[in-house]
Protein backbone atom coordinates (compact mmCIF):
# COMPACT_ATOMS: atom_id res chain seq x y z
CA UNK A 1 0.00 0.00 0.00
CA UNK A 2 1.05 3.62 -0.49
CA UNK A 3 3.07 5.08 2.32
CA UNK A 4 1.86 8.21 3.61
CA UNK A 5 0.09 9.91 6.00
CA UNK A 6 -2.52 11.83 3.51
CA UNK A 7 -3.70 8.70 1.70
CA UNK A 8 -6.50 6.24 2.42
CA UNK A 9 -8.75 4.03 0.33
CA UNK A 10 -12.28 4.16 0.53
CA UNK A 11 -13.93 0.66 -0.99
CA UNK A 12 -17.56 1.11 -2.67
CA UNK A 13 -20.14 -1.81 -3.43
CA UNK A 14 -20.59 -1.32 -7.28
CA UNK A 15 -19.66 1.65 -9.80
CA UNK A 16 -22.90 3.55 -9.20
CA UNK A 17 -22.00 4.00 -5.52
CA UNK A 18 -18.77 4.62 -6.81
CA UNK A 19 -19.89 7.16 -9.09
CA UNK A 20 -22.16 8.91 -6.26
CA UNK A 21 -19.05 8.75 -3.62
CA UNK A 22 -16.79 10.83 -6.45
CA UNK A 23 -19.76 12.55 -6.83
CA UNK A 24 -19.73 13.81 -3.28
CA UNK A 25 -16.20 14.21 -2.50
CA UNK A 26 -16.23 16.67 -5.33
CA UNK A 27 -18.94 18.64 -4.49
CA UNK A 28 -17.33 18.90 -0.37
CA UNK A 29 -14.22 20.60 -2.54
CA UNK A 30 -16.29 22.34 -4.58
CA UNK A 31 -18.17 23.47 -1.26
CA UNK A 32 -15.08 24.60 0.64
CA UNK A 33 -13.77 27.06 -1.48
CA UNK A 34 -16.48 30.00 -1.92
CA UNK A 35 -13.64 31.70 -4.76
CA UNK A 36 -12.46 30.35 -8.09
CA UNK A 37 -12.29 26.73 -8.12
CA UNK A 38 -9.92 24.55 -10.58
CA UNK A 39 -11.09 21.32 -11.30
CA UNK A 40 -8.96 18.59 -13.40
CA UNK A 41 -10.81 15.95 -14.98
CA UNK A 42 -9.10 12.17 -16.18
CA UNK A 43 -10.13 10.91 -19.70
CA UNK A 44 -10.40 7.21 -20.66
CA UNK A 45 -13.82 5.33 -19.57
CA UNK A 46 -13.62 5.34 -15.98
CA UNK A 47 -15.12 8.50 -15.24
CA UNK A 48 -17.80 8.53 -17.55
CA UNK A 49 -20.29 7.39 -15.11
CA UNK A 50 -19.41 10.09 -12.87
CA UNK A 51 -19.56 13.08 -15.54
CA UNK A 52 -22.93 11.40 -16.90
CA UNK A 53 -24.34 11.48 -12.83
CA UNK A 54 -22.69 15.40 -12.77
CA UNK A 55 -24.69 16.37 -15.69
CA UNK A 56 -28.29 15.59 -14.17
CA UNK A 57 -30.22 17.08 -10.83
CA UNK A 58 -29.80 17.44 -8.48
CA UNK A 59 -25.86 17.62 -8.67
CA UNK A 60 -25.95 19.84 -11.42
CA UNK A 61 -28.00 22.06 -10.17
CA UNK A 62 -25.69 22.10 -7.27
CA UNK A 63 -22.27 23.22 -8.86
CA UNK A 64 -21.53 26.66 -8.90
CA UNK A 65 -20.74 26.32 -12.75
CA UNK A 66 -19.53 30.49 -13.01
CA UNK A 67 -17.09 29.68 -10.33
CA UNK A 68 -15.60 26.17 -11.44
CA UNK A 69 -13.00 25.95 -14.15
CA UNK A 70 -12.43 22.45 -15.93
CA UNK A 71 -8.84 21.05 -16.82
CA UNK A 72 -7.87 17.67 -18.03
CA UNK A 73 -5.09 15.92 -16.58
CA UNK A 74 -3.53 14.48 -20.02
CA UNK A 75 -4.84 14.45 -23.62
CA UNK A 76 -3.98 12.23 -26.64
CA UNK A 77 -2.80 14.68 -29.67
CA UNK A 78 -5.93 14.18 -31.78
CA UNK A 79 -7.88 16.40 -33.01
CA UNK A 80 -10.50 18.18 -30.59
CA UNK A 81 -13.84 16.28 -32.03
CA UNK A 82 -11.61 12.82 -32.33
CA UNK A 83 -13.61 9.74 -30.25
CA UNK A 84 -10.57 9.54 -28.48
CA UNK A 85 -9.88 12.78 -27.15
CA UNK A 86 -10.69 13.06 -23.46
CA UNK A 87 -11.94 16.40 -23.18
CA UNK A 88 -13.94 15.99 -26.20
CA UNK A 89 -15.61 12.89 -24.01
CA UNK A 90 -16.18 15.36 -20.85
CA UNK A 91 -17.53 18.51 -22.77
CA UNK A 92 -19.78 16.09 -25.03
CA UNK A 93 -21.49 14.59 -21.58
CA UNK A 94 -20.99 17.32 -18.86
CA UNK A 95 -19.47 20.50 -20.20
CA UNK A 96 -20.65 21.87 -23.00
CA UNK A 97 -24.35 21.63 -21.86
CA UNK A 98 -23.52 23.68 -18.22
CA UNK A 99 -20.41 25.06 -17.96
CA UNK A 100 -19.23 28.46 -19.48
CA UNK A 101 -16.98 28.21 -22.61
CA UNK A 102 -14.37 30.22 -20.85
CA UNK A 103 -14.34 27.80 -18.51
CA UNK A 104 -13.36 24.71 -19.81
CA UNK A 105 -9.48 24.66 -20.36
CA UNK A 106 -8.90 21.93 -22.97
CA UNK A 107 -5.09 20.75 -23.65
CA UNK A 108 -4.87 22.41 -27.33
CA UNK A 109 -3.89 19.36 -29.98
CA UNK A 110 -4.13 22.02 -33.26
CA UNK A 111 -0.33 22.79 -32.71
CA UNK A 112 2.59 21.13 -34.69
CA UNK A 113 3.02 18.32 -32.24
CA UNK A 114 2.65 17.35 -28.74
CA UNK A 115 5.95 19.53 -27.02
CA UNK A 116 4.12 22.69 -28.61
CA UNK A 117 0.81 21.68 -26.92
CA UNK A 118 2.53 21.21 -23.98
CA UNK A 119 4.26 24.56 -23.59
CA UNK A 120 1.00 25.93 -24.69
CA UNK A 121 -0.99 24.56 -21.74
CA UNK A 122 1.81 25.02 -19.16
CA UNK A 123 1.35 29.07 -19.84
CA UNK A 124 -2.76 28.76 -19.83
CA UNK A 125 -2.06 26.84 -16.25
CA UNK A 126 0.72 29.63 -15.47
CA UNK A 127 -1.58 32.33 -16.21
CA UNK A 128 -4.25 30.96 -14.69
CA UNK A 129 -2.83 30.23 -11.42
CA UNK A 130 -0.80 33.64 -11.30
CA UNK A 131 3.12 32.10 -11.12
CA UNK A 132 5.29 29.98 -12.88
CA UNK A 133 6.18 28.25 -9.42
CA UNK A 134 4.13 25.99 -7.58
CA UNK A 135 3.66 26.66 -3.69
CA UNK A 136 2.98 23.47 -1.49
CA UNK A 137 0.51 26.11 0.82
CA UNK A 138 -1.66 27.15 -2.52
CA UNK A 139 -2.61 24.00 -4.55
CA UNK A 140 -3.28 24.78 -8.18
CA UNK A 141 -6.12 22.53 -8.38
CA UNK A 142 -9.21 21.79 -5.88
CA UNK A 143 -9.45 18.19 -6.89
CA UNK A 144 -7.63 16.28 -9.22
CA UNK A 145 -9.27 13.08 -10.70
CA UNK A 146 -7.30 10.19 -11.90
CA UNK A 147 -7.21 6.63 -13.43
CA UNK A 148 -4.79 3.59 -12.75
CA UNK A 149 -3.63 2.12 -16.31
CA UNK A 150 -3.32 -1.60 -16.46
CA UNK A 151 0.35 -1.27 -16.57
CA UNK A 152 0.00 1.49 -13.77
CA UNK A 153 0.33 4.61 -15.58
CA UNK A 154 -1.63 7.82 -14.81
CA UNK A 155 -2.68 10.67 -16.65
CA UNK A 156 -0.04 9.83 -19.70
CA UNK A 157 3.17 9.35 -17.39
CA UNK A 158 3.49 5.42 -18.31
CA UNK A 159 6.48 3.20 -16.47
CA UNK A 160 9.90 3.95 -16.85
CA UNK A 161 8.93 7.05 -19.38
CA UNK A 162 11.50 10.15 -18.87
CA UNK A 163 8.39 12.42 -18.24
CA UNK A 164 7.78 10.16 -14.60
CA UNK A 165 10.98 12.50 -13.79
CA UNK A 166 10.43 15.90 -15.33
CA UNK A 167 10.70 18.54 -11.64
CA UNK A 168 10.50 21.60 -13.82
CA UNK A 169 7.79 21.63 -16.57
CA UNK A 170 4.42 21.72 -15.66
CA UNK A 171 3.52 19.81 -18.80
CA UNK A 172 5.18 17.77 -21.45
CA UNK A 173 4.82 16.04 -24.56
CA UNK A 174 4.83 11.65 -24.81
CA UNK A 175 5.74 10.97 -28.02
CA UNK A 176 5.00 7.20 -27.78
CA UNK A 177 2.25 5.60 -25.12
CA UNK A 178 2.80 2.43 -24.08
CA UNK A 179 -0.72 1.08 -24.08
CA UNK A 180 -3.56 1.36 -26.52
CA UNK A 181 -4.56 3.85 -28.25
CA UNK A 182 -0.93 4.21 -29.43
CA UNK A 183 -1.11 7.92 -30.28
CA UNK A 184 1.40 10.45 -29.22
CA UNK A 185 0.25 11.74 -26.00
CA UNK A 186 0.42 15.45 -23.40
CA UNK A 187 0.34 15.32 -19.96
CA UNK A 188 0.56 17.08 -16.65
CA UNK A 189 4.01 16.25 -14.90
CA UNK A 190 3.66 14.77 -11.61
CA UNK A 191 4.39 17.78 -9.27
CA UNK A 192 1.66 19.55 -11.66
CA UNK A 193 -0.41 16.85 -10.87
CA UNK A 194 -0.04 16.79 -7.06
CA UNK A 195 -0.67 20.68 -6.47
CA UNK A 196 -3.96 19.63 -5.04
CA UNK A 197 -6.44 19.68 -2.10
CA UNK A 198 -7.42 15.94 -3.12
CA UNK A 199 -6.61 13.67 -5.39
CA UNK A 200 -8.75 11.10 -5.95
CA UNK A 201 -7.73 7.61 -8.26
CA UNK A 202 -11.15 5.60 -9.16
CA UNK A 203 -10.11 2.16 -9.81
CA UNK A 204 -13.22 -0.16 -10.81
CA UNK A 205 -14.08 -3.24 -12.58
CA UNK A 206 -12.35 -7.01 -12.42
CA UNK A 207 -10.03 -5.96 -15.15
CA UNK A 208 -7.97 -3.85 -12.39
CA UNK A 209 -7.94 -6.63 -10.09
CA UNK A 210 -3.93 -7.10 -11.09
CA UNK A 211 -2.72 -4.11 -11.34
CA UNK A 212 -4.68 -2.56 -7.88
CA UNK A 213 -2.67 -6.20 -6.54
CA UNK A 214 0.56 -4.58 -8.00
CA UNK A 215 -0.54 -1.02 -6.91
CA UNK A 216 -1.08 -2.17 -3.27
CA UNK A 217 2.14 -3.79 -2.86
CA UNK A 218 3.71 -0.88 -2.96
CA UNK A 219 5.28 -1.58 -6.65
CA UNK A 220 7.63 1.86 -7.87
CA UNK A 221 4.15 2.64 -10.45
CA UNK A 222 3.00 5.86 -11.87
CA UNK A 223 -0.43 5.39 -9.94
CA UNK A 224 1.80 5.20 -6.97
CA UNK A 225 3.80 8.16 -7.36
CA UNK A 226 0.74 9.88 -7.83
CA UNK A 227 -0.14 11.96 -4.75
CA UNK A 228 -1.65 15.16 -3.61
CA UNK A 229 0.32 17.59 -1.24
CA UNK A 230 -2.70 17.44 1.11
CA UNK A 231 -4.54 14.27 0.47
CA UNK A 232 -4.71 11.08 -1.90
CA UNK A 233 -7.89 8.78 -2.34
CA UNK A 234 -8.08 5.63 -4.31
CA UNK A 235 -11.88 4.94 -4.57
CA UNK A 236 -12.36 1.12 -5.46
CA UNK A 237 -15.15 -0.91 -6.09
CA UNK A 238 -15.19 -4.63 -5.24
CA UNK A 239 -15.29 -6.11 -7.94
CA UNK A 240 -11.31 -4.75 -8.46
CA UNK A 241 -10.15 -6.51 -5.05
CA UNK A 242 -9.16 -9.74 -4.70
CA UNK A 243 -11.20 -12.48 -4.98
Known amino acids: MVAQSNFHRIV ?8 DTAAERLMARIDANPGRIAICLAGGSSPKQLYRLLSTDPWADRIP ?26 RSILLDSLAP ?43 VLMGAGPDGHAASLFPDDPALEERTRWVVGVPKAHVEPF ?11 SSC ?27 NRARSVAETVWLVDRAALEL
Open 12 to 19: VDDPAELA
Open 65 to 90: WERVHWFIGDERFVPADDPLNNMAMA
Open 101 to 143: SANIHPIPTDTAGPDESALRYERELQAFYGTSRLDPVRPLFDF
Open 183 to 193: VPRVTLTLPTL
Open 197 to 223: REMLFEIAGAEKRPILTRLSAGENLPA
